[in-house]
């Protein structure tokens, strides 16, 4: 199967355990800092270590950290802090989405859209493979993802140019692939793109796909191959969780339970128990969610177990190894 790339190290796909297949750790967006929006910077070291703590103590192991470059990545920050935890912690190498790139890059006087759209294709593909390959910022530790990204029912000319980047980063490296869908939409039009340049779509996970609960999509999605993230747990705002839940069983009532992935996108502070703001904190998923979904499972005739073992273990096992 191939190994599994952490910011301590490659490690075989059966060690990676219990994981959450997208959440950010820490990270200080550009974009959001100018607006001064503090909510969405996740700017405190010692909480967001007490996260990891209350992560691990629910049994967790391991985390797909899916913030990129232009959301503020501060990875010897991740590295530190998953180290004295003991989690496992998958870094991003590549890109979000479009409107995020009018800050500037740190360390030039470019704005992330000015460098993406004056350097060249071959250039943005070795300058990504290399996060991957030899080690991020300058430091030793290695993205284990490649990720691209595209805006709320649209997809830009850069974002664009970032999708064919990412692929064919994906196929100089083989690391899995990460594909932002701003509200769930867009995602089969970039499945279409991606076929097009060749990706092979069992590498790649589609976000944020609940927020988007349409079962005719997902079902479509899921026949190419591709993985597909549950990733909103908790964010009520968007509709009940029951429907999320419905649509993950809709699946699976397909046979497509292999290919789903569950995390919770943890980016917020209002989100966290440990910055102030008296949130549900990362433990939530498997702390409350996860015995709800056992018995929603178990009413709809469904061993609920297994599917949260797939969920958690069998199917990140897969989807983040470098086959």
């Not at 959440?23 to 929006?37: A, F, G, S, T, V």
């Not at 692929?167 to 083989?174: E, F, K, L, P, Y």
């Not at 076929?195 to 092979?200: E, F, M, S, T, V």
Request: contains cysteine; negative net charge.
């Amino acid at each position: 199967m191939g190994f599994i790339r952490t910011l301590t190290g490659d490690i075989a796909p059966q060690q990676l355990g219990v994981t959450y297949s997208h959440d950010h750790l820490y990270c200080i967006p550009p974009y959001w800092q100018e607006r001064n929006e503090e909510d969405l910077l996740l700017d405190d070291k010692a909480a967001s270590e007490r996260e990891l703590a209350d992560f691990r103590a629910a049994g967790g192991q391991s985390i797909y950290d899916a913030t990129a470059p232009d959301y503020g990545r501060h990875v010897e920050v991740v590295a530190e802090i998953a180290t004295r935890q003991g989690v496992q912690i998958i870094a991003t190498a590549g890109f979000n989405k479009g409107f995020l790139w009018s800050s500037k890059r740190p360390g030039t006087d470019q704005s992330f859209a000015e460098w993406i759209a004056n350097t060249s294709i071959d250039a943005l593909v070795e300058h990504v493979s290399k996060e991957v390959t030899d080690g991020i910022d300058g430091t030793s530790y290695r993205a284990g993802m490649v990720k691209c990204g595209t805006g709320y029912n649209a997809i830009s000319p850069l974002e664009r140019k970032t999708m064919e980047v990412v692929v064919r980063a994906q196929q100089a490296t083989n690391a899995p692939m990460h594909s932002h869908t701003e509200m769930g939409t867009m995602a089969l039009e970039q499945a279409a793109i991606f076929k097009q340049l060749g990706l092979d779509l069992s590498r790649i996970c589609f976000a944020h796909m609940d927020r988007n609960p349409d079962p005719w999509l997902h079902r479509q999605l899921a026949n190419t191959g591709a993985f597909i993230s549950f990733d909103g747990i908790s964010r009520i705002k968007y509709f009940p969780e029951h429907v999320r839940t419905e649509a993950i069983l809709a699946l699976c009532k397909k046979g497509y339970q292999k290919q789903i992935l569950i995390g919770g996108d943890f980016a917020r502070k209002s989100m966290s128990a440990h910055y102030g703001k008296g949130g549900l904190g990362l433990k939530f998923i498997l702390a409350d969610w996860r015995p709800r979904f056992l018995e929603e499972a178990r009413e709809a005739g469904f061993d609920g177990e297994a599917l949260l073992h797939d969920f958690f273990v069998e199917n990140p096992a897969r989807y983040f190894s470098f086959g």
